[in-house]
């Protein structure tokens, strides 16, 4: 009777940015190739399912078991010969998630409400990767299958559904994005890169993912402009600072990034720019400290100046609206995770239901066997039928409500998935059961 009643449990053993600063983590982090003998040593101790999860800011194990307190010593064992280190110098910085804790958490990561920048699409990929390399692997079953696509649609729900994820925090992404507004094509677009600072590499890297036109790098170094071109793999014009000025007028675009004490565009230069350039705007992005442009350069026609402290602003502005919408978001995950449980939550009354079908079938079939060979020997087969069916929709309609009231009492269980206290679907499935027993 109690196997029946077994119902798999959902667990998860995991340390992120909240609870472990990068060189801890680091420290379980795994190679692919590395996989298969932690997936083998962790189902050989317990564990029936299990996904990997492995991104930037985490290292998350979930895990399918019939016995959570055997499953969890055997994880937290398996870490122990991934990392080096002892259970004592990790132990504190895991956290452990059950049931529809686990599911929540799992939900709200993939739906990026778990991470250090707020609705970045980044870790939905990164989710869908590791779990993929389960399923490749043959650890991931019936339940694990399930969580992980709800998990998927839950994360596209909330991202066509919510603005959570439609205003840039990227300083650099913003510049990027300012630039689009400003140029219906970049593709059509020169970009000037003045200096090699690493934000102002990074934002030529964003306008090469939108196949910006021509690149132009000026820089003291051109050893490092060199660099710089092969870092965004694209060919680029490499020249000197003095060329700065001549550089700009062909130019729609100009990164500022140097390191300079003093203004390296100014008013006088962009004018004479400006003028050259007739009524073509140029986009100008100062993110140097000290500035590289003098900011009087951007009462110019025609000329468009942002520096740090603009685009700063617009991602605190960007970051207060994405917060507004958390609360949609967290609602969202909080509906589909019920959704997810309440089908979890019948796993248990599932085996019971088979069992109390097939009991009374057997009952069913066997007496109206002896009856057939005794008592109704005199009916003929369309007659026969007749009765055989009269039977079965006796004990369809007998069974009706106790399995309705199964279906119905595992709808009890949100609120209360408390392992200890609340006993579920599978309490009143063992009861039903006691009633039938013969």
């Not at 990026?112 to 590791?130: A, H, I, R, T, Y």
């Not at 203004?263 to 009524?279: C, D, H, L, P």
């Not at 509906?335 to 088979?354: M, N, Q």
């Amino acid at each position: 009777m109690k196997e029946s009643l077994n119902r798999p449990e959902i667990g998860l053993i995991g340390l992120s940015h909240k609870t472990a600063p990068v060189d801890l983590r680091e420290r379980f982090t795994l190679a692919d190739d590395e996989l298969p003998a932690f997936f083998d040593k962790t189902c050989s101790e317990g564990v029936d399912e299990i996904v990997y999860l492995s991104t930037c800011n985490r290292v998350e194990i979930y895990f399918i078991t019939r016995d959570m307190n055997a499953a969890v010593e055997s994880v937290l064992g398996v870490l122990e010969g991934v990392s080096s280190l002892p259970r004592a110098k990790f132990e504190s910085s895991l956290y452990k998630k059950y049931s529809r804790e686990a599911v929540l958490h799992l939900l709200s990561v993939a739906s990026s409400l778990d991470s250090m920048v707020l609705g970045e699409n980044e870790v939905f990929f990164q989710v869908k990767n590791c779990y993929g390399k389960s399923v490749r692997a043959g650890k991931a079953g019936t339940v694990l299958n399930r969580l992980f696509h709800q998990a998927f649609r839950t994360a596209k729900r909330v991202r066509t559904e919510t603005e959570i994820s439609k205003n840039p925090l990227s300083i650099a992404y913003i510049a990027t994005e300012l630039a689009r507004k400003i140029f219906d094509d970049l593709s059509r677009q020169r970009a000037l890169l003045l200096g090699a600072g690493e934000m102002g590499e990074l934002i030529l890297k964003y306008f090469t993912k939108f196949s910006i036109g021509e690149i132009t790098i000026a820089n003291r170094s051109l050893a490092n402009a060199e660099r710089i071109a092969r870092g965004v793999n694209r060919e680029a014009h490499i020249v000197p600072l003095d060329d700065l000025a001549s550089a700009a007028q062909g130019s729609d675009i100009v990164i500022a990034s140097a390191s300079s004490p003093k203004y390296i565009v100014t008013t006088e230069m962009m004018r004479a720019v400006a003028k050259k350039r007739g009524s073509r705007p140029v986009f100008l992005i100062d993110i140097a400290v000290p500035r590289n442009v003098d900011p009087e350069v951007g009462k110019i026609d025609n000329v468009f100046l942002y520096n740090i402290d603009d685009l700063k602003s617009i991602a605190d502005e960007n970051l207060k609206h994405r917060l507004r919408e958390l609360d949609v978001a967290e609602g969202l995950v909080r509906s589909d995770a019920d959704e997810f449980y309440e089908w979890y939550e019948g796993l248990a009354v599932v085996p019971a239901i088979v069992k109390i079908r097939d009991e009374f079938e057997s009952i069913r079939s066997g007496e109206l066997e002896r009856y057939r060979r005794r008592k109704l020997k005199h009916l003929s087969d369309d007659d026969f039928r007749v009765v055989e069916e009269l039977t079965r929709q006796i004990m369809t309609k007998t069974l009706h409500n106790p399995i309705a009231y199964l279906k119905r009492y595992q709808t009890k269980a949100k609120g209360h998935h408390d392992r200890e206290v609340y006993r579920g679907p599978g309490e009143a499935a063992r009861i039903i059961e006691e009633l039938f027993k013969k």
